[in-house]
Structures are given as structure tokens and as C-alpha cells.
């Protein structure tokens, strides 16, 4: 089965960097692109980056820019996403994507990781 | 805001059908493919529509996605109370070079 499996809950002060994995499972990790979505409380969904499938090629969304960095191990078939310079708007669910196709990337995300909560506080 | 226009709600009674838009520009639905997925509290969406129309294994028939120019619909026939949820349009923006999401919306059965 096709699986992605998140890292659990994080909390961090503001100003702090977070960094949330994503394992993959049940498919050829190094042909798929895989992105990321994160969902404040009560909001809608809202993309942030994507990441190629060999791992040399980012594409972040304008308001993360600087902030972002998508990283992928082929060894351990996870990508990371770390987050700096935090402040409380960060506070969300974030997930990690697969598309639907291989080798060529997509708007549809048909795989979905369970979320990790990234609570952002003083 | 969203780049892509949603209403907040619909609803409609069991059995019924609904209809949820999904508003853009040039940029994004009118050169691009529409995906809509589905939401329920506490859970990761699920992808419901993909490529403007197509529907993944396993969702049922009674859901159907339509675009013409710059705008996208997702139609629920024979509604049922299990197909209470948020429902989110997304797709590619050439502009941004990004994806972008519709704010999502609520259907009450």
C-alpha cells in the first residue's frame, strides 16, 4: 500500500525553525514530485512548495520564499520541510502530497500524508 | 484570499444535487487542469476530481467535474449525509508558478 507517514506534533517559540518529515512507502519514491500544504485552524488549504523527484529542483510559493527549504533522502525515501524565522500565523496542520503521476508533475494530489501540527507560541 | 473563488456554502436536501463553483483567470484554470478534493473534520483531503473531470478509483459516479474557460464546477448527485464536508478546487498558476486553492466549500446535506 501507498503510504505517507508524517513526524509528530511540534511546538516552537517564535523565531524558532521547525522541521517536519515525510516517509515514503509502496511506491518508487525517486519518481514522483512530492508537495507541501499546510491548513491554519478553521482555514482553507494553502500550497507552499514542491520538490522534483530527483531532489535538485524546489519551487517555493512567493510568501515562504526564504523561509522554505524542501529537502529529499532517496536513501531513507523521506522529504523534509523546514520552516524558519516562525511566528504564530505559521501555526497550521501541514501535510505532504504525492501527484498522481510519475515522472511528470501535477495539480492532483492523490496521496496525502496524515499532518503534522506545528503550533507556534510563546 | 484565495486566488481561486469559492462560495462559502451550499446545502441542499438528501437526494439532491448540488453544484460548487470554482472562479479564476487566465493564469491558473484557464490554461491549467482543475483537481477538487474533499475534506472532513480532522482528516487529510482526499482527491476527488482530477484533470477538469476524472475520477480517481473508488469515488463514486455521483460526483463530476466540469471547466469552461476560466472556471471549474464540481457536481454532487443524490446527495447523501455522508457527503457532508469541505470541498477545495486547486490547480497550477503560470503567473505565480505555484498551486493555488479555491477558500473552500461547506456542504450541508
Known amino acids: 500500500q501507498v503510504h505517507l507517514v508524517q513526524s509528530g506534533a511540534e511546538v516552537k517559540k517564535p523565531g524558532a525553525s521547525v522541521r517536519v518529515s515525510c516517509e515514503a512507502s509502496g511506491f518508487i519514491f525517486n519518481t514522483y514530485y512530492l508537495h507541501w500544504v499546510r491548513q491554519a485552524p478553521g482555514q482553507g488549504l494553502e500550497w507552499m512548495g514542491r520538490?522534483?523527484?530527483?531532489?535538485?529542483?524546489?519551487n517555493y510559493a512567493q510568501k515562504f520564499q526564504g523561509r522554505l527549504t524542501l529537502t529529499r533522502d532517496s536513501s531513507t525515501s523521506t522529504v523534509s520541510m523546514e520552516l524558519s524565522s516562525l511566528r504564530s500565523e505559521d501555526t497550521a496542520m501541514y501535510y505532504c502530497?504525492?501527484?498522481?503521476?510519475?515522472?511528470?508533475?501535477?495539480?492532483?494530489?492523490?496521496?496525502w500524508g496524515q499532518g503534522t501540527m506545528v503550533s507556534v507560541s510563546s | 484570499q484565495s486566488v481561486l473563488t469559492q462560495p462559502p456554502s451550499v446545502s441542499a436536501a438528501p437526494g439532491q444535487k448540488v453544484t460548487i463553483s470554482c472562479s479564476g483567470s487566465?493564469?491558473?484554470?484557464?490554461?491549467?487542469?482543475v483537481s477538487w478534493y474533499q475534506q472532513f473534520p480532522g482528516a487529510a483531503p482526499q482527491l476527488l476530481i482530477f484533470e477538469n473531470g476524472k475520477r480517481p478509483s473508488g469515488i463514486p459516479d455521483r460526483f463530476s467535474g466540469s471547466k469552461s474557460g476560466t472556471s471549474a464546477t464540481l457536481a454532487i448527485t443524490g446527495l447523501q449525509t455522508g457527503d457532508e464536508a469541505d470541498y477545495y478546487c486547486?490547480?497550477?498558476?503560470?503567473?505565480?508558478?505555484?498551486?493555488?486553492f479555491g477558500g473552500g466549500t461547506k456542504v450541508t446535506v
Open positions: 487566465s493564469s491558473n484554470i484557464g490554461n491549467n487542469y
Open positions: 486547486g490547480t497550477w498558476d503560470n503567473s505565480l508558478t505555484g498551486g493555488v
Open positions: 502530497a504525492r501527484v498522481n503521476t510519475a515522472v511528470v508533475d501535477s495539480d492532483a494530489f492523490n496521496i
Open positions: 520538490i522534483n523527484p530527483e531532489g535538485d529542483t524546489t
